[in-house]
Protein backbone atom coordinates (compact mmCIF):
# COMPACT_ATOMS: atom_id res chain seq x y z
CA UNK A 1 0.00 0.00 0.00
CA UNK A 2 1.97 3.25 -1.29
CA UNK A 3 1.45 5.89 1.38
CA UNK A 4 0.14 9.87 0.43
CA UNK A 5 1.59 11.45 -2.35
CA UNK A 6 4.92 12.09 -1.47
CA UNK A 7 5.12 15.77 -3.88
CA UNK A 8 2.27 17.00 -2.29
CA UNK A 9 2.62 15.82 1.44
CA UNK A 10 5.99 15.54 2.74
CA UNK A 11 6.87 18.44 4.78
CA UNK A 12 3.76 19.75 4.51
CA UNK A 13 2.99 22.45 1.81
CA UNK A 14 3.02 25.80 1.39
CA UNK A 15 -0.17 27.50 2.64
CA UNK A 16 -2.03 29.67 0.32
CA UNK A 17 0.47 32.22 -1.83
CA UNK A 18 3.65 30.08 -0.36
CA UNK A 19 3.94 32.76 2.40
CA UNK A 20 3.65 30.42 5.40
CA UNK A 21 3.51 26.92 6.19
CA UNK A 22 0.35 25.29 6.69
CA UNK A 23 0.34 23.23 9.81
CA UNK A 24 -1.38 20.05 8.68
CA UNK A 25 -0.71 17.96 5.47
CA UNK A 26 -4.52 17.47 4.42
CA UNK A 27 -5.23 18.60 1.23
CA UNK A 28 -8.84 21.73 -0.19
CA UNK A 29 -10.04 19.90 -3.45
CA UNK A 30 -12.84 22.17 -5.36
CA UNK A 31 -14.74 19.99 -7.13
CA UNK A 32 -15.28 21.50 -10.55
CA UNK A 33 -19.38 20.73 -11.49
CA UNK A 34 -20.20 22.50 -15.03
CA UNK A 35 -21.65 21.31 -18.13
CA UNK A 36 -19.24 22.25 -20.57
CA UNK A 37 -15.38 22.23 -21.06
CA UNK A 38 -14.84 25.66 -21.18
CA UNK A 39 -16.64 26.48 -17.77
CA UNK A 40 -14.62 23.72 -16.43
CA UNK A 41 -11.10 25.28 -17.62
CA UNK A 42 -12.27 28.38 -16.27
CA UNK A 43 -13.16 26.91 -12.60
CA UNK A 44 -10.05 25.66 -12.53
CA UNK A 45 -8.07 28.91 -13.44
CA UNK A 46 -11.04 30.20 -10.10
CA UNK A 47 -9.76 27.35 -7.91
CA UNK A 48 -5.64 27.95 -8.70
CA UNK A 49 -6.25 31.58 -7.24
CA UNK A 50 -8.06 30.55 -4.48
CA UNK A 51 -5.09 28.86 -3.36
CA UNK A 52 -7.10 24.98 -3.50
CA UNK A 53 -4.46 22.01 -3.78
CA UNK A 54 -6.08 20.52 -6.63
CA UNK A 55 -9.69 19.72 -8.05
CA UNK A 56 -11.87 17.11 -9.02
CA UNK A 57 -13.48 17.36 -11.96
CA UNK A 58 -17.09 15.95 -12.30
CA UNK A 59 -17.26 14.11 -15.16
CA UNK A 60 -20.51 13.10 -14.90
CA UNK A 61 -21.46 17.18 -14.91
CA UNK A 62 -21.04 17.71 -18.56
CA UNK A 63 -23.84 17.93 -21.02
CA UNK A 64 -21.65 16.41 -24.20
CA UNK A 65 -18.46 14.35 -23.25
CA UNK A 66 -15.88 13.09 -25.83
CA UNK A 67 -13.04 11.10 -23.68
CA UNK A 68 -10.43 11.38 -25.45
CA UNK A 69 -10.63 14.91 -27.04
CA UNK A 70 -11.75 16.01 -23.52
CA UNK A 71 -9.86 14.62 -20.89
CA UNK A 72 -6.59 15.56 -22.74
CA UNK A 73 -8.03 19.86 -22.69
CA UNK A 74 -9.22 19.08 -18.98
CA UNK A 75 -5.21 18.06 -18.12
CA UNK A 76 -3.37 20.04 -20.04
CA UNK A 77 -5.27 23.17 -19.10
CA UNK A 78 -5.53 22.14 -15.60
CA UNK A 79 -3.24 24.60 -13.36
CA UNK A 80 -3.94 22.29 -10.25
CA UNK A 81 -3.18 18.26 -9.56
CA UNK A 82 -6.57 16.32 -10.86
CA UNK A 83 -8.75 14.19 -9.24
CA UNK A 84 -11.59 12.53 -12.12
CA UNK A 85 -14.60 11.02 -10.86
CA UNK A 86 -17.37 9.71 -13.27
CA UNK A 87 -20.05 9.51 -10.87
CA UNK A 88 -23.25 6.82 -11.67
CA UNK A 89 -26.67 7.49 -10.28
CA UNK A 90 -26.27 4.59 -8.45
CA UNK A 91 -23.92 6.19 -5.91
CA UNK A 92 -25.72 9.50 -6.27
CA UNK A 93 -24.02 10.58 -9.22
CA UNK A 94 -25.55 12.37 -12.43
CA UNK A 95 -24.00 9.40 -15.31
CA UNK A 96 -26.72 7.38 -15.98
CA UNK A 97 -24.94 5.59 -19.35
CA UNK A 98 -23.27 2.48 -20.23
CA UNK A 99 -21.33 1.45 -17.41
CA UNK A 100 -18.11 0.03 -19.35
CA UNK A 101 -17.98 3.26 -20.93
CA UNK A 102 -17.60 5.13 -17.52
CA UNK A 103 -15.00 2.84 -16.53
CA UNK A 104 -13.37 3.11 -20.37
CA UNK A 105 -13.25 6.93 -19.57
CA UNK A 106 -11.58 7.34 -15.94
CA UNK A 107 -9.13 4.52 -17.46
CA UNK A 108 -8.42 6.97 -19.78
CA UNK A 109 -7.99 9.51 -17.60
CA UNK A 110 -5.11 7.74 -15.36
CA UNK A 111 -3.51 6.82 -19.05
CA UNK A 112 -3.39 10.90 -19.81
CA UNK A 113 -2.09 12.05 -16.79
CA UNK A 114 -4.52 12.37 -13.99
CA UNK A 115 -3.04 12.74 -10.56
CA UNK A 116 -5.96 10.49 -8.81
CA UNK A 117 -9.10 9.15 -9.83
CA UNK A 118 -12.26 7.70 -7.49
CA UNK A 119 -13.96 4.64 -8.99
CA UNK A 120 -16.62 3.26 -6.57
CA UNK A 121 -16.41 0.18 -4.28
CA UNK A 122 -19.02 -1.90 -6.12
CA UNK A 123 -16.83 -1.92 -9.12
CA UNK A 124 -13.54 -1.29 -7.80
CA UNK A 125 -11.67 -4.93 -7.83
CA UNK A 126 -13.11 -5.37 -11.05
CA UNK A 127 -11.47 -2.04 -12.45
CA UNK A 128 -8.22 -2.47 -10.20
CA UNK A 129 -7.85 -5.67 -11.88
CA UNK A 130 -8.24 -4.56 -15.28
CA UNK A 131 -5.51 -1.26 -14.87
CA UNK A 132 -2.94 -4.12 -13.10
CA UNK A 133 0.56 -3.27 -14.82
CA UNK A 134 -0.72 -0.17 -17.01
CA UNK A 135 -1.31 2.07 -14.16
CA UNK A 136 1.21 4.82 -14.02
CA UNK A 137 3.62 5.65 -11.26
CA UNK A 138 2.27 8.84 -10.20
CA UNK A 139 -1.70 8.34 -10.01
CA UNK A 140 -3.42 7.52 -6.81
CA UNK A 141 -7.07 5.41 -7.12
CA UNK A 142 -9.28 6.74 -4.44
CA UNK A 143 -11.86 4.04 -4.02
CA UNK A 144 -15.08 5.52 -2.45
CA UNK A 145 -18.37 4.66 -0.03
CA UNK A 146 -21.46 7.21 0.17
CA UNK A 147 -24.13 6.17 2.66
CA UNK A 148 -27.15 8.92 1.74
CA UNK A 149 -28.75 7.61 5.03
CA UNK A 150 -26.76 7.55 7.58
CA UNK A 151 -23.30 6.98 9.36
CA UNK A 152 -22.87 3.30 10.31
CA UNK A 153 -21.38 2.11 14.06
CA UNK A 154 -17.47 1.92 14.54
CA UNK A 155 -17.54 -1.30 13.79
CA UNK A 156 -19.24 -1.75 10.76
CA UNK A 157 -16.66 1.35 9.15
CA UNK A 158 -13.72 -0.52 10.44
CA UNK A 159 -14.99 -2.95 8.14
CA UNK A 160 -16.00 -0.69 5.31
CA UNK A 161 -12.06 0.02 5.59
CA UNK A 162 -10.68 -3.10 5.35
CA UNK A 163 -13.02 -3.77 2.36
CA UNK A 164 -12.16 -1.07 0.27
CA UNK A 165 -8.40 -1.81 1.11
CA UNK A 166 -8.59 -5.10 0.17
CA UNK A 167 -9.58 -3.21 -3.38
CA UNK A 168 -5.83 -2.53 -3.76
CA UNK A 169 -6.87 0.98 -3.09
CA UNK A 170 -4.14 3.92 -2.45
CA UNK A 171 -6.46 5.80 -1.04
CA UNK A 172 -9.98 5.37 1.38
CA UNK A 173 -12.79 7.16 0.35
CA UNK A 174 -15.77 7.17 2.95
CA UNK A 175 -19.06 9.44 2.91
CA UNK A 176 -21.69 9.20 5.21
CA UNK A 177 -24.63 11.34 6.51
CA UNK A 178 -24.78 12.88 9.99
CA UNK A 179 -28.57 12.12 11.24
CA UNK A 180 -26.99 13.39 14.42
CA UNK A 181 -23.74 15.34 15.19
CA UNK A 182 -22.65 12.69 17.47
CA UNK A 183 -22.16 10.44 13.71
CA UNK A 184 -18.99 12.79 13.19
CA UNK A 185 -17.52 11.19 16.29
CA UNK A 186 -16.91 7.90 14.61
CA UNK A 187 -15.57 9.71 11.55
CA UNK A 188 -13.43 10.89 13.54
CA UNK A 189 -12.40 7.97 15.26
CA UNK A 190 -11.97 5.86 12.18
CA UNK A 191 -10.06 8.82 10.30
CA UNK A 192 -7.22 8.48 13.17
CA UNK A 193 -6.68 5.09 13.61
CA UNK A 194 -6.72 4.12 9.81
CA UNK A 195 -3.38 3.59 8.64
CA UNK A 196 -3.87 4.27 4.96
CA UNK A 197 -4.62 8.05 3.43
CA UNK A 198 -8.37 8.63 4.11
CA UNK A 199 -10.85 11.14 3.49
CA UNK A 200 -13.52 10.40 6.07
CA UNK A 201 -16.78 13.30 5.52
CA UNK A 202 -19.89 13.62 7.01
CA UNK A 203 -22.80 14.86 4.43
CA UNK A 204 -25.12 17.46 5.37
CA UNK A 205 -25.41 20.37 7.97
CA UNK A 206 -24.85 18.36 11.03
CA UNK A 207 -21.58 17.09 9.25
CA UNK A 208 -20.15 20.15 8.70
CA UNK A 209 -17.26 19.98 11.42
CA UNK A 210 -15.86 16.50 9.54
CA UNK A 211 -15.03 18.78 6.69
CA UNK A 212 -13.06 21.35 8.98
CA UNK A 213 -11.59 19.12 11.70
CA UNK A 214 -10.48 16.06 9.01
CA UNK A 215 -7.12 18.53 8.72
CA UNK A 216 -6.91 17.84 12.93
CA UNK A 217 -7.72 14.58 12.91
CA UNK A 218 -5.82 13.74 9.98
CA UNK A 219 -7.42 13.32 7.15
CA UNK A 220 -6.25 13.31 3.47
CA UNK A 221 -8.40 15.71 2.13
CA UNK A 222 -11.36 17.85 2.21
CA UNK A 223 -13.74 19.68 -0.15
CA UNK A 224 -14.51 23.38 -0.53
CA UNK A 225 -16.52 25.13 -3.14
CA UNK A 226 -15.83 28.46 -5.04
CA UNK A 227 -19.64 29.33 -4.94
CA UNK A 228 -21.92 29.05 -2.20
CA UNK A 229 -24.73 26.48 -2.79
CA UNK A 230 -22.59 25.39 -5.87
CA UNK A 231 -22.04 21.62 -4.17
CA UNK A 232 -20.65 18.52 -5.21
CA UNK A 233 -22.26 16.86 -1.75
CA UNK A 234 -24.64 18.20 1.02
CA UNK A 235 -22.81 20.48 3.51
CA UNK A 236 -19.53 21.57 1.56
CA UNK A 237 -18.28 24.56 2.71
CA UNK A 238 -16.97 27.28 0.34
CA UNK A 239 -13.00 27.17 0.15
CA UNK A 240 -13.08 31.16 1.15
CA UNK A 241 -14.77 29.73 4.67
CA UNK A 242 -12.03 26.78 5.17
CA UNK A 243 -9.04 29.40 4.35
CA UNK A 244 -10.31 32.65 6.31
CA UNK A 245 -13.34 31.98 8.47
CA UNK A 246 -11.71 28.55 9.78
CA UNK A 247 -7.74 29.34 9.06
CA UNK A 248 -7.64 25.59 7.77
CA UNK A 249 -3.93 25.74 7.28
CA UNK A 250 -3.57 26.26 11.03
CA UNK A 251 -5.24 23.72 12.33
CA UNK A 252 -2.90 20.81 13.66
CA UNK A 253 -3.89 17.88 16.45
CA UNK A 254 -3.28 20.10 19.27
CA UNK A 255 -6.03 22.39 17.83
CA UNK A 256 -8.23 23.24 21.13
CA UNK A 257 -12.04 23.02 19.65
CA UNK A 258 -14.48 25.41 20.77
CA UNK A 259 -18.56 25.85 19.05
CA UNK A 260 -21.95 27.42 19.50
CA UNK A 261 -24.20 24.84 20.34
CA UNK A 262 -27.76 25.66 19.26
CA UNK A 263 -30.68 24.77 16.86
CA UNK A 264 -31.06 26.27 14.29
CA UNK A 265 -26.84 27.51 14.02
CA UNK A 266 -26.19 28.72 10.18
CA UNK A 267 -27.15 32.26 11.23
CA UNK A 268 -24.29 32.65 13.89
CA UNK A 269 -21.97 34.95 13.35
CA UNK A 270 -19.63 33.91 16.36
CA UNK A 271 -17.05 31.92 14.62
CA UNK A 272 -16.03 35.54 12.42
CA UNK A 273 -15.78 36.72 15.69
CA UNK A 274 -13.59 34.24 17.39
CA UNK A 275 -11.46 32.69 14.65
CA UNK A 276 -10.28 36.35 14.05
CA UNK A 277 -9.25 36.63 17.17
CA UNK A 278 -7.36 33.46 17.70
CA UNK A 279 -5.96 34.42 14.53
CA UNK A 280 -4.70 37.13 15.38
CA UNK A 281 -3.02 36.39 19.00
CA UNK A 282 -1.82 33.07 17.29
CA UNK A 283 -4.12 31.06 19.50
CA UNK A 284 -4.08 27.38 18.56
CA UNK A 285 -7.75 27.24 18.69
CA UNK A 286 -10.79 26.84 15.83
CA UNK A 287 -13.99 27.59 16.98
CA UNK A 288 -17.49 25.92 14.61
CA UNK A 289 -20.73 25.62 14.65
CA UNK A 290 -22.62 22.78 16.21
CA UNK A 291 -26.26 22.12 15.18
CA UNK A 292 -27.21 20.04 17.93
CA UNK A 293 -30.06 18.54 19.30
CA UNK A 294 -29.37 16.67 21.87
CA UNK A 295 -27.09 18.17 24.14
CA UNK A 296 -26.53 15.73 26.92
CA UNK A 297 -25.65 13.34 23.98
CA UNK A 298 -23.17 15.57 22.57
CA UNK A 299 -21.29 16.15 25.61
CA UNK A 300 -20.77 12.61 26.27
CA UNK A 301 -19.27 11.70 23.19
CA UNK A 302 -17.11 14.73 22.70
CA UNK A 303 -15.60 14.37 26.02
CA UNK A 304 -11.88 14.60 25.59
CA UNK A 305 -10.07 17.78 26.59
CA UNK A 306 -9.74 18.56 22.97
CA UNK A 307 -13.31 20.12 22.88
CA UNK A 308 -12.41 23.02 25.13
CA UNK A 309 -15.14 25.07 25.57
CA UNK A 310 -18.97 25.81 23.95
CA UNK A 311 -21.06 28.70 23.87
CA UNK A 312 -24.59 27.80 24.03
CA UNK A 313 -27.91 29.35 22.61
CA UNK A 314 -31.41 28.62 21.79
CA UNK A 315 -32.66 26.13 22.75
CA UNK A 316 -29.79 24.71 24.91
CA UNK A 317 -29.42 26.98 27.60
CA UNK A 318 -31.44 25.46 29.98
CA UNK A 319 -29.95 22.13 29.79
CA UNK A 320 -27.18 23.08 30.02
CA UNK A 321 -27.54 24.02 33.68
CA UNK A 322 -28.24 20.01 34.14
CA UNK A 323 -24.93 18.60 31.66
CA UNK A 324 -22.26 20.82 33.42
CA UNK A 325 -20.40 19.59 36.43
CA UNK A 326 -20.08 22.69 38.31
CA UNK A 327 -22.71 25.72 37.09
CA UNK A 328 -21.32 29.44 38.32
CA UNK A 329 -24.06 30.59 41.40
CA UNK A 330 -25.13 33.07 39.08
CA UNK A 331 -26.63 30.93 36.21
CA UNK A 332 -27.80 28.53 38.37
CA UNK A 333 -29.95 31.39 39.73
CA UNK A 334 -30.95 32.21 36.13
CA UNK A 335 -31.38 28.78 35.24
CA UNK A 336 -29.28 29.02 32.30
CA UNK A 337 -25.92 28.83 30.99
CA UNK A 338 -24.55 30.49 27.76
CA UNK A 339 -20.64 29.37 28.16
CA UNK A 340 -19.43 26.10 29.10
CA UNK A 341 -15.57 25.71 29.66
CA UNK A 342 -13.75 22.20 29.76
CA UNK A 343 -11.03 22.12 32.84
CA UNK A 344 -8.06 20.90 30.65
CA UNK A 345 -6.66 18.72 34.09
CA UNK A 346 -9.91 16.79 34.56
CA UNK A 347 -12.34 17.54 31.73
CA UNK A 348 -14.92 18.73 34.10
CA UNK A 349 -17.81 20.94 32.43
CA UNK A 350 -17.78 24.47 34.29
CA UNK A 351 -20.72 26.34 33.06
CA UNK A 352 -21.18 30.01 33.71
CA UNK A 353 -24.03 32.76 31.68
CA UNK A 354 -22.25 35.88 30.46
CA UNK A 355 -25.44 36.82 28.82
CA UNK A 356 -27.13 39.02 31.10
CA UNK A 357 -23.82 40.95 31.59
CA UNK A 358 -23.79 42.08 27.63
CA UNK A 359 -27.47 42.98 27.36
CA UNK A 360 -27.95 44.73 30.97
CA UNK A 361 -24.54 46.82 30.46
CA UNK A 362 -25.82 47.67 26.56
CA UNK A 363 -29.05 48.83 27.95
CA UNK A 364 -27.61 50.98 30.65
CA UNK A 365 -25.02 52.56 28.32
CA UNK A 366 -28.31 53.21 25.91
CA UNK A 367 -30.23 55.17 28.99
CA UNK A 368 -26.71 57.28 30.30
CA UNK A 369 -26.51 58.80 27.10
CA UNK A 370 -30.34 59.04 25.91
CA UNK A 371 -30.33 61.24 30.03
CA UNK A 372 -27.16 62.56 30.31
CA UNK A 373 -26.83 60.48 33.37
CA UNK A 374 -22.73 59.56 35.05
CA UNK A 375 -22.69 55.98 35.96
CA UNK A 376 -21.34 57.00 39.36
CA UNK A 377 -24.81 57.77 40.78
CA UNK A 378 -25.96 54.15 40.30
CA UNK A 379 -27.74 52.02 37.85
CA UNK A 380 -30.11 53.99 35.67
CA UNK A 381 -32.29 50.95 35.47
CA UNK A 382 -33.08 51.03 39.25
CA UNK A 383 -36.75 51.52 40.04
CA UNK A 384 -37.68 51.27 36.28
CA UNK A 385 -40.55 49.55 34.97
CA UNK A 386 -38.93 46.56 33.24
CA UNK A 387 -40.93 44.08 30.99
CA UNK A 388 -39.25 41.11 29.28
CA UNK A 389 -40.83 38.89 26.40
CA UNK A 390 -39.81 35.45 26.58
CA UNK A 391 -39.46 33.37 29.54
CA UNK A 392 -36.36 30.97 28.02
CA UNK A 393 -32.52 31.15 29.10
CA UNK A 394 -32.13 34.65 27.88
CA UNK A 395 -35.28 36.33 28.92
CA UNK A 396 -34.46 34.85 32.65
CA UNK A 397 -30.83 36.19 32.23
CA UNK A 398 -32.42 39.79 31.70
CA UNK A 399 -34.78 39.71 34.41
CA UNK A 400 -32.51 38.18 36.86
CA UNK A 401 -29.85 40.99 35.74
CA UNK A 402 -32.34 43.38 35.99
CA UNK A 403 -33.86 42.68 39.18
CA UNK A 404 -30.15 42.71 40.12
CA UNK A 405 -29.94 46.73 39.24
CA UNK A 406 -33.13 47.61 40.86
CA UNK A 407 -35.63 47.25 38.08
CA UNK A 408 -39.34 46.00 38.94
CA UNK A 409 -39.36 43.09 36.50
CA UNK A 410 -42.67 41.96 34.60
CA UNK A 411 -42.46 38.80 32.10
CA UNK A 412 -44.58 38.91 28.82
CA UNK A 413 -44.36 35.70 27.11
CA UNK A 414 -46.86 33.49 24.84
CA UNK A 415 -48.07 30.41 27.77
CA UNK A 416 -48.90 32.95 30.73
CA UNK A 417 -47.74 29.99 33.02
CA UNK A 418 -44.05 29.74 32.06
CA UNK A 419 -44.05 34.20 32.35
CA UNK A 420 -46.08 32.95 36.00
CA UNK A 421 -43.02 30.71 36.62
CA UNK A 422 -40.27 33.07 36.19
CA UNK A 423 -41.91 35.91 37.39
CA UNK A 424 -41.96 34.15 40.55
CA UNK A 425 -38.81 33.18 40.94
CA UNK A 426 -37.07 36.35 40.00
CA UNK A 427 -39.93 37.95 41.94
CA UNK A 428 -41.87 40.30 39.66
CA UNK A 429 -44.90 40.29 37.81
CA UNK A 430 -46.84 37.90 34.61
CA UNK A 431 -48.37 38.88 31.69
CA UNK A 432 -49.51 37.19 28.63
CA UNK A 433 -48.24 38.12 25.51
CA UNK A 434 -51.53 39.23 23.75
CA UNK A 435 -52.42 41.28 26.69
CA UNK A 436 -48.69 43.47 26.53
CA UNK A 437 -50.40 45.44 23.99
CA UNK A 438 -52.60 46.80 26.42
CA UNK A 439 -49.73 46.88 29.42
CA UNK A 440 -48.79 50.48 29.99
CA UNK A 441 -49.02 50.94 34.11
CA UNK A 442 -46.57 54.35 33.02
CA UNK A 443 -44.78 55.81 30.91
CA UNK A 444 -41.00 55.59 30.17
CA UNK A 445 -40.90 51.81 30.37
CA UNK A 446 -38.51 49.74 29.61
CA UNK A 447 -38.65 46.49 26.78
CA UNK A 448 -36.50 43.72 26.32
CA UNK A 449 -37.43 41.03 23.51
CA UNK A 450 -35.32 37.84 23.93
CA UNK A 451 -37.71 35.74 21.96
CA UNK A 452 -36.54 34.97 18.46
CA UNK A 453 -39.79 36.58 17.02
CA UNK A 454 -38.14 39.18 14.18
CA UNK A 455 -35.38 36.85 13.58
CA UNK A 456 -34.42 36.03 9.82
CA UNK A 457 -36.19 34.60 7.42
CA UNK A 458 -39.30 36.04 9.46
CA UNK A 459 -37.92 39.49 9.58
CA UNK A 460 -41.87 41.03 9.20
CA UNK A 461 -42.78 39.52 12.52
CA UNK A 462 -43.17 41.69 15.82
CA UNK A 463 -43.83 40.83 19.37
CA UNK A 464 -45.88 44.12 19.87
CA UNK A 465 -48.12 46.28 17.97
CA UNK A 466 -46.00 49.58 17.18
CA UNK A 467 -48.80 51.79 18.79
CA UNK A 468 -47.56 50.07 22.05
CA UNK A 469 -44.34 51.21 21.83
CA UNK A 470 -44.65 54.87 22.51
CA UNK A 471 -44.93 53.99 26.95
CA UNK A 472 -41.18 52.61 26.45
CA UNK A 473 -38.25 55.03 26.61
CA UNK A 474 -35.88 52.21 25.90
CA UNK A 475 -36.49 49.01 23.34
CA UNK A 476 -33.72 46.18 23.40
CA UNK A 477 -33.51 43.06 21.01
CA UNK A 478 -31.83 39.99 21.45
CA UNK A 479 -32.10 39.17 17.72
CA UNK A 480 -29.33 40.65 15.64
CA UNK A 481 -30.03 39.06 12.28
CA UNK A 482 -30.67 41.54 11.29
CA UNK A 483 -29.44 44.31 13.35
CA UNK A 484 -32.11 46.41 13.27
CA UNK A 485 -35.73 44.43 13.99
CA UNK A 486 -38.32 45.30 12.77
CA UNK A 487 -39.37 45.90 16.81
CA UNK A 488 -36.46 48.24 16.89
CA UNK A 489 -37.34 50.35 13.84
CA UNK A 490 -40.69 50.66 15.14
CA UNK A 491 -40.02 51.64 18.34
CA UNK A 492 -37.20 54.09 17.11
CA UNK A 493 -40.32 55.78 14.99
CA UNK A 494 -41.61 56.06 18.30
CA UNK A 495 -39.12 58.20 19.81
CA UNK A 496 -37.18 55.07 21.64
CA UNK A 497 -33.83 54.66 22.45
CA UNK A 498 -33.37 51.25 20.39
CA UNK A 499 -30.19 48.52 21.87
CA UNK A 500 -29.38 45.95 19.20
CA UNK A 501 -28.82 42.81 19.82
CA UNK A 502 -25.05 43.00 18.62
CA UNK A 503 -24.71 44.94 21.73
CA UNK A 504 -25.58 41.76 24.09
CA UNK A 505 -23.78 39.85 21.62
CA UNK A 506 -20.27 41.98 21.48
CA UNK A 507 -20.50 42.04 25.43
CA UNK A 508 -21.04 38.18 26.60
CA UNK A 509 -18.47 37.52 23.73
CA UNK A 510 -15.69 39.41 25.62
CA UNK A 511 -16.26 37.69 28.52
CA UNK A 512 -16.56 33.66 26.90
CA UNK A 513 -13.30 34.76 24.94
CA UNK A 514 -11.84 35.46 28.22
CA UNK A 515 -13.11 32.32 30.13
CA UNK A 516 -12.64 30.45 26.61
CA UNK A 517 -8.45 31.77 26.26
CA UNK A 518 -7.66 32.95 29.53
CA UNK A 519 -6.58 35.68 27.55
CA UNK A 520 -7.91 39.53 27.38
CA UNK A 521 -10.72 40.15 25.05
CA UNK A 522 -9.89 42.05 22.06
CA UNK A 523 -12.71 44.30 22.37
CA UNK A 524 -11.78 47.28 19.40
CA UNK A 525 -11.26 44.06 16.96
CA UNK A 526 -14.42 42.59 17.98
CA UNK A 527 -16.32 45.85 16.85
CA UNK A 528 -14.14 45.73 13.52
CA UNK A 529 -15.19 42.48 13.00
CA UNK A 530 -18.58 42.90 13.18
CA UNK A 531 -18.89 45.85 11.53
CA UNK A 532 -17.46 44.01 8.36
CA UNK A 533 -20.26 41.48 8.38
Same mark, same amino acid.
Given at each position: ?5 ? #? ?6 ? +? ?29 ? *?? *? $? ?25 ? &? ?36 ? +? ?32 ? /? ?12 ? %? ?5 ? !? ?35 ERGLISRILCAKFGGYLTFGTLEPGVISAPGQPTINDLLNLYNFRQLGPDTKVYGVIGKPVGHSKSPILYNEA ?40 ? $??? *? ?8 ? &? #??? %? ?23 ? #? ?16 ? #??? %? @? ?11 ? *???? /? ?10 ? $? ?5 ? !? ?33 ? @? ?77 ? /?
Amino acid at each position: MDTANP #SLVSGFKM +AGNGSEMSKNPTLICVPIMADSIDKMVANMV *KA *K $ASTADLVEIRLDSLKNFNPFQDLKVLI &KECPLPTLFTYRPVWEGGMYDGDEKERLDALQLAMELG +ADYIDVELKVAHEFIKSIDGKKPEKIKVIVSSHN /YQNTPSVEDLGNLV %AKIQSTG !ADIVKIATTAVDITDVARIFQITVHTQVPIIGLVMGERGLISRILCAKFGGYLTFGTLEPGVISAPGQPTINDLLNLYNFRQLGPDTKVYGVIGKPVGHSKSPILYNEAFKSVGFNGIYVKLLVDDLAKFLRTYSSTDFAGFSCTIPHKE $AAV *KCCDEVDPVA &K #SIG %AVNCIVRNQSDGKLFGYNTDYIGAI #SAIEDGLQARYNISSITG #SPL %A @GKLFVVIGAGGAG *KALA /YGAKQKGARVVI $ANRTYER !ARELADVVGGDALSLDDLASFHPEDGMILANTTSI @GMQPKIDETPIPKNALKYYSLVFDAVYTPIITRLLREAEENGAVIVSGLEMFIGQAYEQYERFTGLPAPKEQFRRTLSK /Y
